[in-house]
């Protein structure tokens, strides 16, 4: 057996069937799926019994510690030689285990990224949602695999590596942005990294725009935490809708005191997006949608990078404590 999937579950039992049968129809059948429960009320052992007979699955239950130590317990019981991180929320293309094992014996990488993709059976807004966290006018390109906007770093809702980089690393830390951190500690380690955009996932992201904007709120967060553990980490497009939230309130400001004409260059920004996502989604209204979700995503990530600029760089306090994670993950 070579690959280990682990997955972390938390109260989704219909995210695990669609999951579930996803890997079932895998063209690479070398794998084992470590499914992890961590503390669920709705539980998804149901849906682990009907697929049991279709490849192996290691079903874990354990109480609720948080997305880090969830998958550090899916680590420690695989039996693979190679780990490969999903979200439960996400659908994996029948090839992609192929793809990955193919590119691993052509350009092997120790630790390994790909990007994510909306699937022909999403929603408008999933689809919207979708195209907010991956384009480069959001500054979410990176996810949708263009790495010219900074150097890559895998995340665990495609993320693979070596059993070795797992004994060398000791695995994810209880923390906000546990995988770039772990990333980063995988490169400082010597380990080698790619992006394999071929190895693409679709993930199935919240349709609820408020635990949306709370997800790229922490995301904003997490990036003054890793800037805390590693200064070097942070890059000028991570600052970039700081700037965004900056800029959106001294040009309200202007266009109240000044001249409303200034209001030509967020109207022309929207424009922008627009039409980009138009020339992507092929559908008006998707388009329309992701005005929204776009604004939402750069707002809400500037506004956690600010908050937590002036916490814990400006007035010194530390990183987030457990509980805080355990909520949030919540």
């Keep these: 057996m ?3 999937l682990i997955v ?36 998804c052992a149901d849906e682990v019994e009907k697929y049991r007979t279709k490849f192996r699955i290691n079903y874990l239950v354990k109480e609720n510690s948080g997305r880090s130590d969830t998958r550090n317990t899916g680590m420690k019981n695989a039996g693979g030689d190679y780990f ?22 052509d350009d ?64 994810f830390k209880d923390m906000y942005g546990e995988d770039i951190d772990l990333s980063i500690r995988i490169s400082k380690a010597g380990f080698t990294t790619r992006l394999y955009r071929d190895a693409y996932v679709y993930h199935r992201r919240r349709v609820d725009l408020r635990r949306f904007y709370k997800q790229v709120h922490i995301f904003g967060q997490a990036r003054i935490n890793l800037y805390k553990l ?48 138009l020339a992507k989604t092929k559908n008006p209204r998707i388009a329309g949608l992701s005005l929204i979700t776009s604004l939402i995503q750069l707002f809400g990530y500037g506004i956690g990078f600010i908050t937590s600029f002036v916490r814990k760089i400006i007035f010194g306090k530390g990183l987030e404590d457990t509980e805080t994670i355990k909520k949030i993950y919540k």
């Design 2 to 4: 070579f690959f280990s």
């Design 8 to 43: 972390p579950i938390y109260n989704r039992p219909d995210e695990a069937r669609e999951l579930l049968e996803s890997l079932s129809a895998q063209t690479c059948t070398d794998f084992e799926l470590v499914l992890v429960e961590d503390g669920s009320t709705r539980p």
């Design 84 to 105: 490969i991180f999903f979200d439960s929320d996400c659908i994996i293309p029948p090839d992609y285990l192929e793809t990955v094992k193919k590119m691993l014996a």
């Design 230 to 277: 590693y200064p070097d980490s942070l890059k000028p497009v991570h600052v970039l809708p700081a700037l965004f939230v900056i800029g959106s309130v001294l040009i309200l400001l202007s266009a109240v005191f000044v001249s409303t004409r200034i209001l030509v260059l967020p109207a022309g920004y929207l424009f922008l997006l627009f039409f980009d996502s």
């Design 108 to 171: 092997y990488a120790d630790c390994f990224g790909g990007p994510d993709r909306e699937h022909p059976s999403f929603t408008m807004m999933q689809k919207a949602v979708n195209y907010a966290m991956t384009s480069f006018w959001t500054t979410g390109g990176i996810r949708g695999g263009k790495v010219n906007m900074e150097k890559f770093k895998p995340r665990t809702f495609n993320m693979g590596f070596s059993r070795a980089v797992y004994e060398t690393t000791g695995g």
